[in-house]
């Protein structure tokens, strides 16, 4: 029986050495050394590392068997991580600023996805036909963004400020992405503010077109996706924890060097057209993440008075 194996999670393959019964050894006990971590996420490309850390069989590498859901609000996620719902979460920059700023205990077990000026990944788009083409003309306009206090609606506020509009002036509705494109066919809201590749498909498929490409408008390597899990929990679970963190090191630089293997990875979770997905761009995927980097966030927070301090990001990234 030389040759054959059994998997053990996705990517670990337990070879068979001396027939059936050996087999059942050796399995149970590359399966008994896996620490199980569940992590909920929001569906898109920002995330992907984590898709790619599955698919290539990373996470089993690193002795980790980690469970991937996919929730439809990202501004839940520190709450459901502090209730113990999963064991990592996947909010936005801001969602976990905010929560840390009403009291819940999490760390940045990695860095996920930045934002760079020249990126097209994160968008505004206007239906056709709402003549929406600046931010004054957002003004009594319903528009959709996938959480409130995350990274799409605090960036959109912020650009609607600086533009001269009060964003009280415009109506917020908090729907997840996968139900935008039939928002605006629809008719139900005027905008939506979504990230590619959902951008590239309402795009091609007319039912939107571009504002304004978010992510041009604020500071080059603007954190947007992070892993965060509680405190109390990486305290517990610390080399899982570790774990965790160098295989989203290295499924991002993976993913980097294999772009086409990307694509395809975001098409299967994401159960968009592989045209869809090969004409968007790629997410700009970085585990790394320095203090005075996630304190970016600081500043745009506090101009729109959800903070009254500056968070203490350097506590964030130590555990």
Known sequence: MKGQAIACGRGVMVPIVIGAMALLVVASMACAQSTRVSVGYTLGGDVSAAFVAREQGVFARHGLDVSLTATAVGSNLPAAVLSGS?????????????????????????????????????????????????????????????????????????????????????????????????????GSVDAV???????????????????????????????????????????????????????????????????????????????????????AGLPELQAALSPDQLGLWNPILRSRGALGADVDTARLLDW
Request: cysteine-free; overall charge negative.
């Open 86 to 186: 999963f064991d990592i979460g996947t909010p936005t920059a801001p969602v976990l600023l905010l929560a840390t700023a009403g009291g819940i205990d999490e760390v940045v077990v990695s860095g996920g996805s930045v934002a760079t000026r020249g990126s097209r990944n994160h968008a505004v788009i206007a239906r056709p036909g709402a003549n929406i083409v600046a931010p004054a003309d957002f003004i009594g306009r319903r528009v959709a963004i996938a959480g409130f206090g995350g990274f799409f609606d605090l960036l959109f506020e912020e650009w609607l400020a600086r533009g001269g509009v009060d964003p009280q002036r415009v109506f917020l509705v908090e729907m997840g992405q996968a139900l935008m494109a039939d928002a605006l066919r629809g």
């Open 193 to 279: 503010v979504a990230a590619d590749p959902n951008v590239t498909r309402m795009v091609g498929n007319g039912v939107g077109r571009v504002v304004v490409y978010i992510d041009s408008q604020f500071p080059d390597g603007l954190p947007v996706i992070l892993y965060a899990a509680g405190r109390d929990w990486v305290a517990k679970h610390r080399d899982a924890a570790r774990a965790f963190a160098e295989s989203i090191a290295e499924a991002s630089a993976y993913a980097r060097a294999h772009p086409d293997q990307l694509r395809q990875t975001i098409a299967a979770y994401t159960r968009l057209p592989p045209e869809v997905v090969n004409a």
